[in-house]
């Protein structure tokens, strides 16, 4: 059974930062894109960054230079950091794991989410 585990997310001060973490288990990390992905209340989710499993990043617009994405494939874990944070940036962050080694389509399975909050 493969399973994406988050951790990181927690309360922050806005200009603040945090990085998240995800553990894929049960498959072959190195082999897949990966991504993170974010639902505020009320809103749809959204695309974040993506990254291949060569090191190919992709940032949307949201969080486009405060935030970096990498893997550690040794580790089997994939982050995202975040700074400069923005009462905006509250949301439920995912971890998302593509079924291809770029990022083709949409993402095949889905971490069970981490709660970010950013307090004024």
């Known amino acids: 059974q493969v399973q994406l585990v988050e951790s990181g997310g927690g309360l922050v001060q806005a200009g603040g930062s945090l990085r998240l973490s995800c553990t894929p288990s049960?498959?072959?990390?190195?082999?897949?894109?990966m991504g993170w992905y974010r639902q505020a209340p009320g809103k749809q989710r959204e695309l974040v960054a993506t990254?291949?499993?060569?090191?190919?990043?992709y940032y949307a617009d949201s969080m486009k230079g405060r935030s970096t994405i990498s893997r550690d494939n040794a580790k089997n874990t994939v982050f995202l950091q975040m700074n400069n944070l923005k009462l905006e940036d509250t949301a439920v962050y995912y971890c998302?794991?593509?079924?291809?080694?770029?990022?083709?389509?949409?993402?095949?399975?889905w971490g069970q989410g981490t709660q970010v909050t950013v307090s004024s």
């Open positions: 990254i291949s499993s060569g090191g190919s990043t």
């Open positions: 998302a794991q593509y079924t291809t080694r770029v990022v083709m389509g949409s993402p095949s399975r």
């Open positions: 049960g498959l072959t990390f190195s082999s897949y894109a």
